[in-house]
């Protein structure tokens, strides 16, 4: 049993929190944190302009090795970058291309393939965009009907993706496509990247229950891609698709944005009245309160126990998909409670106060406007990257013996 | 012990859910109505009226043809089936229970509301109110004999197209006394509007009073009465609204699961979907018991009325949120989407829960009259 247990970060990772801390002091501009506190829309540019800051300061593909044009950092290093850049309010650097690709591409891409998309990911010169789900393939991802036909130098691709995020954004997809009709639904998937302005590749919004347009519908109707479009072998997708999904997942908990939640909580409990006292007052209410920072706490530990096994090389497990479970439904408590201590002030839906620039009086306190919305919003973390059913099912299958 | 509804009843019933259905056929007419100016359909609200839809939710005693427990919650669960928008609640339940319960009852205007003619919102509700009965900032004073209203009501639903308004205002005491209050009827074209949506698509509006003239309805116990009962009367109406919705979400589930097909086989055929549709199934059972019982003893004495109605509002805001959610989970990214209906019924349901007291206050108020 481990009797010395050491929940201190060392001096060399509190200095390391310091420069990152000083760093985005510097170089993030108060109008796009202040956008990212009020859940106003984000443009194209908004993003960029962060992950351009990255690019320079060379911090953009923190999880790559160093010889590829990545920060070397180890997993509590990354933990501590995570950390700050929600702390603070930055906005979320879009995963597919830096997060999602470069890691398939580094392992299993071809020389070509990795001299020339990876600098491109390095400088946001391509918006890469994730074409897995389709319209009968959610949960089931390997049962994907979008076809790849073998055209000699080309393949011919058609079928539909859907739950694309920023998918209008986008220069480019990887998609996994169907080149083997016949297999078994995971034998005969390949891995392959489609320009988005090729011939016949459509974009469609979705419009969600808050009214935004975040997801998109990808159709491709005879679209042509060049054969070298495609990563490592034929029918082997899945095996890539798999590498990618569990790929560095120890930000999966997403304990800052709770940490950033439960505070701002506190802070609306306080100004919140109930028969004319402050809401925080009411035993009842402050008890939820505690409960989930209870969890929370808890859940921390969870997270940098596996965090702190990740980094002496120990591939997290299991432990995903229940820091995945855990952290979706802390987030999402923390959105309910923010939704119940607000009372009817939950009720007024300006759409037009998330745009740029909005200032009118509000209806009601300032911090009010987002806090419905953002609880519909947070449904979908526990839907989508494997729904919290599948996490399960992953979790029983792997360690139950049953 | 008789749990069916009389003859009579069920016709109502029948009509008014056909007329309901052929009115709000989907998603996007209802939309239409959202986005119409006034936030509703105004021909759909006056052929309401002409159907005696209005004139069922108020007593003969008073020129309607219902206005029991019953018919209130006949009525609203079809309107929660519907997601109907229009002013039921506002002119037909709060405002009507209002002008009902005051010592010289107003029959004149409940029989323009009833023809739908006149639309009146109560407004009640302040930014620092947190849908308490008597915690109240607005204010009254006398003057030449007339009464001056100052002050800033919020969340009055269909307080922009009202044209009067029943306003609760502060005579004297502080602002959480019990005693000294006053009930105003309002013309609304005074009045400073600040209209605006819901995120469930409804239309409610921030009304400011500055030395506005007012008739005086009712003041002190009578008025807090008439409060009270105006909230649990619209507490009633929204716990059967729940169980409506409550009702089309789990059909949708359940249909979903039966068609959407993953790993070879309906999600449905899994058991731990299976079970969770059961305890959905459960609960909504438990709901439905407790409005039936709400419903029952709405005419009976005042302490027995509210005690039953906290149980059901208390029940509806725990069970609402457990089928919205499970709604939008089970789906999956479907129910994510606006044009998806399940996602429009999952978001009334919740916010049913900020309106006439969430599951907290009734929980609070059903311990104060059980006398814990």
């Known amino acids: 049993m481990v009797i010395n247990m050491n929940f201190e970060y060392s001096e060399k990772d509190e200095n390391f929190r310091k420069e990152v801390k000083d760093w985005l002091d510097e170089t993030l501009p108060k109008s796009l944190s202040e956008k990212v506190k009020k859940y106003q829309r984000l443009t194209k540019e908004d993003y960029e302009i962060f992950m351009n800051n990255l690019t320079a300061k060379g911090w953009l593909a923190w999880h790559w090795p160093r010889e590829y044009g990545g920060t070397g950092w180890n997993a509590i290093e990354k933990h501590i970058f995570e950390e700050e850049i929600i702390k603070a309010s930055a906005p979320r650097i879009v995963p597919f291309g830096v997060n999602m690709l470069g890691p398939v591409l580094i392992e299993f891409g071809t020389e070509e393939q990795k001299n020339y998309y990876l600098p491109r990911i390095l400088s946001n010169e391509d918006w890469w965009a994730q074409g897995y789900s389709e319209p009968g393939a959610g949960s ?234 953002q609880y519909f919003n947070m449904r979908k973390i526990s839907i989508y990257g494997g729904s919290n059913e599948i996490q399960k099912n992953i979790v029983a299958k792997a360690s139950f013996g049953l | 012990m008789d749990f069916t509804l009389s003859e009579e009843r069920k016709m109502l019933q029948e009509t008014v859910g056909k007329f309901f259905n052929s009115n709000y056929k989907n998603i996007d007419k209802r939309s239409e109505n959202v986005n119409l100016p006034e936030g509703y359909s105004k021909e759909f609200w006056k052929e309401s009226s002409d159907l005696g839809v209005i004139s069922a939710l108020v007593s003969p005693k008073f020129g309607g043809l219902g206005g029991s427990g019953e018919d209130i919650s006949i009525i609203f669960e079809l309107i929660g089936k519907s997601l109907c928008v229009e002013p039921f609640l506002s002119s037909a339940v709060l405002s009507s229970t209002v002008l009902s319960s005051i010592s010289n009852p107003r029959n004149d205007l409940i029989t323009e509301i009833i023809e739908g003619n006149l639309l009146i919102s109560f407004a009640h509700c302040e930014m620092n109110n947190r849908y308490e009965d008597h915690y109240i900032e607005t204010n009254a004073y006398l003057k030449n004999d007339e009464w001056n209203i100052n002050g800033t009501k919020s969340f009055v639903m269909n307080g922009d197209d009202a044209s009067k308004i029943i306003v609760s205002a502060r005579i004297n005491g502080d602002v959480n006394d019990r005693d000294g209050i006053g009930l105003f009827l309002v013309d609304n074209d005074q009045t400073l509007k600040r209209p605006y949506n819901t995120i469930d698509g409804y239309r409610s509006t921030e009304l400011t009073f500055r030395d506005l003239k007012g008739e005086l309805l009712a003041k002190d116990e009578n008025a807090l009465k008439c409060i009270i009962k105006a909230n649990s009367a619209g507490a009633l109406a929204l716990s059967a609204e729940a169980l409506g919705i409550m009702q089309i979400c789990f059909d949708l589930t359940l249909d979903y699961l039966k068609t959407r097909k993953q790993f070879g086989k309906s999600i449905g055929a899994f058991q731990s979907i299976q079970h969770r549709m059961v305890d959905m199934m459960l609960e909504i059972e438990q709901v439905k018991s407790a409005v039936m019982l709400a419903s029952s003893t709405f005419e009976i004495d005042d302490l027995t009325r509210d005690k039953n109605i906290s149980a059901a509002k208390n029940l509806v805001g725990r069970v609402g949120k457990l089928i919205a959610e499970e709604t939008i989970q089970l789906h999956g990214g479907i129910a994510m989407t606006w044009e998806y209906s399940a996602a429009h019924y999952a978001k009334r349901l919740i916010m049913i829960d900020h309106l006439m007291g969430d599951s907290d206050y009734h929980r609070d108020r059903f311990k104060l009259l059980s006398n814990f």
């Not at chain 1, 159709?219 to 698709?241: D, H, L, Q, R, S």
């Not at chain 1, 100004?271 to 209870?294: T, Y």
């Not at chain 1, 923390?334 to 037009?352: S, V």
């Open chain 1, 140 to 373: 089931d991802l390997a049962s994907l009907k979008t076809t790849a036909v073998d055209k000699g130098d080309h393949y011919l691709v058609n079928g539909q993706k859907t739950w694309t995020t920023l998918g209008h954004h986008a220069d480019k997809i990887f998609c996994l496509v169907k080149t083997d009709l016949n297999a078994k639904p995971q034998l005969g998937i390949s891995f392959l990247l489609i320009d988005m302005d090729t011939p016949g590749v459509e974009v469609k919004p979705i419009i969600t229950l808050d009214g935004e347009h975040e997801v998109n519908e990808v159709w491709f109707t005879n679209v042509k891609v060049p054969k070298k479009n495609i990563v490592g072998k034929e029918n082997e997708g899945w095996t890539y698709a798999k590498y990618l999904l569990t790929f560095e997942r120890t930000g999966i908990a997403g304990v800052p944005y709770s940490k950033s939640a439960l505070n701002h909580l506190k802070m609306i409990s306080k100004r919140s009245l109930k028969n004319g006292k402050p809401l925080i007052e009411d035993p009842i209410f402050s008890s939820e309160i505690a409960e989930l920072e209870i969890d929370l706490l808890a859940m921390e530990i969870f997270n940098l126990r596996t965090v702190s096994a990740a980094a002496e090389g120990k591939a997290p497990g299991m432990e995903s998909s229940l820091l995945k479970i855990k952290g979706t439904l802390v987030r999402q408590k923390t959105t309910e409670l923010l939704r119940k201590a607000l009372g009817p002030q939950a009720l007024p839906y300006l759409p037009e106060q998330f745009d740029e620039g909005w200032n009118e009086m509000p209806v009601g306190p300032s911090y009010a406007g987002p806090i419905a919305k």
